[in-house]
């Protein structure tokens, strides 16, 4: 089992970061690929970025290639999302997300992960 709490959101102006994180309690956290996604007001949940168990690779999507970058630091069980050059359409609820399952593959899906968190408020102001 593993539980996930994030923090860091916010409110912040255009052009301005925040940084995320996720707590991730159990053991089998360093062996999971990790995710976030985001939920704008009345928008479907969308994939934001995803990082494998070792933190070697990773994979954005578009809107967000180049301004936020994840990372995990697997000794203290936290998953990072640093983002950068925030714009008003960034604002959502964000959610990060463990893997189901232990696998290699790049995970964007939301069926893929297992775990999810209750969520952190980011609001972006023009």
């Known amino acids: 089992q593993v539980q996930l709490a994030e923090s860091g959101g916010g409110l912040v102006q255009a052009g301005g970061s925040l940084r995320l994180s996720c707590a991730a309690s159990g053991r089998i956290f360093s062996s999971l690929g990790m995710g976030w996604f985001r939920q704008a007001p009345g928008k479907e949940r969308a994939f934001v970025a995803t990082i494998n168990w070792i933190g070697d690779s990773t994979y954005y999507a578009d809107s967000v290639k180049g301004r936020f970058t994840i990372s995990r630091d697997n000794a203290k069980n936290t998953l990072y999302l640093q983002m950068n050059s925030l714009k008003p359409e960034d604002t959502a609820v964000y959610y990060c997300?463990?893997?189901?399952?232990?696998?290699?593959?790049?995970?964007?899906?939301?069926?893929?992960?297992?775990?999810w968190g209750q969520g952190t408020q980011v609001t972006v102001s023009s």
């Open positions: 997300a463990a893997a189901r399952t232990i696998t290699r593959a790049t995970l964007t899906k939301e069926g893929e992960y297992g775990y």
